[in-house]
């Protein structure tokens, strides 16, 4: 069975830092990939998704994601982080119709 | 915004009494999943649902737990006999088709058990 892994749990970052958030899963076959985000208190919202084509994704809020099928990796990253971006992140594969979550990357960005 | 509508979004029950968690897709989707998010925990898959059928429950615990997704009306999970440990949020998604599309989240309901 497919299993998604997102090695950090917490992450903080004072404003303008750079991001990167790690996913990892490990089927290597034809999979779709998304990454999305939970604000305090309000439902998933998706901030970008792969099929196919170019391996790098652009999102929503300047986020972006690189798919490396050699390293079975989907890490998404923002160059310079806000206070609004303060959520929790999750890495989804969806293969054989089902999807499966990463555990989840808290980011808290410091004023 | 006709999303993903969950109710209720709190719900509370006693050790014993039963639980049902209703989940209204976006209009026009007929593929309905149920996750539960366990604090300090990522979402896991329970069940999927098209309409009155049950695609895959291999995430759902065998006892107590039900789902169904009516040709009318919302779909429901349903807990019997609820348990401290049922204490969680589930959150409800739809999607257009079963392929590689996206899903909506709803709210959630988190459900406290006491």
């Known amino acids: 069975a497919q299993s998604v892994s997102q090695h950090n749990h917490h992450v903080i970052l004072s404003e303008a830092a750079s991001l990167e958030l790690g996913c990892n899963y490990s089927?290597?076959?034809?999979?779709?990939l998304f990454w999305y985000v939970q604000y305090p208190g309000q439902h998933l919202q998706l901030l970008l998704k792969y099929f196919s084509g170019d391996p790098l994704v652009k999102g929503i809020k300047g986020f972006e994601a690189e798919f490396i099928k050699s390293k079975f990796s989907f890490n998404l990253r923002k160059p310079s982080v806000q206070w609004s971006d303060t959520a929790e992140y999750f890495c989804a594969v969806n293969s054989f119709n089902k999807f499966y979550f990463g555990s989840g990357t808290k980011l808290n960005v410091k004023p | 915004n006709a999303g993903v509508m969950q109710n209720p979004r709190h719900l509370v029950r006693r050790r014993g009494q039963e639980a049902r968690l209703r989940c209204s897709p976006v209009k026009g989707h007929s593929h309905v999943y149920w996750y539960r998010q366990l604090p300090e925990e990522g979402l896991k898959f329970m069940v999927y649902l098209q309409k009155e059928n049950i695609i895959d429950e291999s995430g759902m615990p065998k006892e107590r737990f039900s789902a169904e997704f009516p040709k009318e009306g919302p779909s429901i999970l349903r807990i019997q006999q609820v348990v401290r440990g049922d204490s969680a949020a589930y959150f409800c998604?739809?999607?257009?088709?079963?392929?590689?599309?996206?899903?909506?989240f709803g709210d959630g309901t988190r459900l406290s058990i006491l």
């Open positions: 998604a739809s999607s257009a088709d079963s392929s590689n599309q996206p899903q909506h």
């Open positions: 089927y290597g076959g034809t999979v779709n």
